[in-house]
C-alpha cells in the first residue's frame, strides 16, 4: 500500500530565501509524481509532474526532482516570495493503480516580507 | 478547455437531506476521480473512474455515497441521507493515460458541503 509523507508540516521563511520541501514515498512502483499548490479555500493547481523515467523537473523558480530507489522526490522554491505562501501537496500514483493519486499531508508555507 | 467544472461551489443542507455533487472532467480524460478534504483526514480518494467504469470505491465511507458516471462528460456523487460529519470539501479530478505515461491530474475547484 502506497503511503506519501511530507515533512515539515509546516515552515515559515524570510522573503528571499531559498527552501527545500520533502515528500517521501514507500512504493518505487509509481507512474510519476505530482507537486500540487493549494490556496486556503482554493482547489488544488499543479506545479509539477515528473515521470518516472525523469529525474527532475523545471517550472520558473520550481525545481522538483525524483529518486525512486529511496522513495524521495524534493520541491526547490529558489527566491521566495510572499505571493509563495500556500499549503504543498505531493502525491504519487501507484503503477499498477490505475494512476490514483495518493498525496501527503501537505507542507504549509509561510513566507514572510 | 475550461478545466474541471465542479458544482455547486457551495451546499449547505440539512441532516438527513440528499446532497448530489456534479463533476465535468476535462475533455478527453478517461480517468475521474472524487476526493474529500478534510483538516482531520486531508485529502482521501474516496472513488475512481476508467472510461466511465467505477474501478475501485474502496475508499467510499458507507452505503450512503454512491457515484456515477453515465458518460464520460459528467459525474455525480450523491450523499443519501446526509450527515454532519459529511461536512467537508469535496473535490472533482481527471487525467488520461497515454500508453504507459499518465498526463498531470487536474483538479476541479471543489464543492464545500455544510450539513447541518
Known amino acids: 500500500k502506497q503511503e506519501v509523507t511530507q515533512i515539515p508540516a509546516a515552515l515559515s521563511v524570510p522573503e528571499g530565501e531559498n527552501l527545500v520541501l520533502n515528500c517521501s514515498f514507500t512504493?518505487?512502483?509509481?507512474?510519476?509524481l505530482q507537486w500540487f499548490r493549494q490556496d486556503p479555500g482554493k482547489g488544488l493547481t499543479s506545479l509539477l509532474l515528473?515521470?518516472?523515467?525523469?529525474r527532475e523537473q523545471t517550472s520558473g523558480r520550481l525545481n522538483a526532482s525524483l529518486d525512486k530507489s529511496s522513495g524521495r522526490s524534493t520541491l526547490y522554491i529558489a527566491a521566495s516570495q510572499p505571493g509563495d505562501s500556500a499549503t504543498y501537496l505531493c502525491a504519487a500514483p501507484p503503477y499498477n493503480q490505475g494512476g490514483k493519486l495518493i498525496f501527503g499531508q501537505g507542507t504549509e508555507l509561510s513566507v514572510k516580507p | 478547455d475550461a478545466g474541471v467544472i465542479q458544482s455547486p461551489r457551495h451546499e449547505v443542507t440539512e441532516m438527513g437531506q440528499e446532497v448530489t455533487l456534479r463533476c465535468k472532467p476535462i475533455s478527453g480524460h478517461d480517468y475521474l476521480f472524487w476526493y474529500r478534504q478534510t483538516m482531520m483526514r486531508g485529502l482521501e480518494l474516496l472513488i475512481y473512474f476508467n472510461n466511465n467504469v467505477p474501478i475501485d470505491d474502496s475508499g467510499m465511507p458507507e452505503d450512503r455515497f454512491s457515484a456515477k458516471m453515465p458518460n464520460a462528460s459528467f459525474s455525480t456523487l450523491k450523499i443519501q441521507p446526509s450527515e454532519p460529519r459529511d461536512s467537508a470539501v469535496y473535490f472533482c479530478?481527471?487525467?488520461?493515460?497515454?500508453?504507459?505515461?499518465?498526463?498531470?491530474?487536474?483538479f476541479g475547484q471543489g464543492t464545500r458541503l455544510t450539513v447541518v
Open positions: 479530478a481527471s487525467s488520461q493515460i497515454y500508453g504507459a505515461v499518465r498526463t498531470e491530474a487536474f
Open positions: 515528473i515521470q518516472s523515467s525523469q
Open positions: 512504493d518505487s512502483a509509481i507512474y510519476n
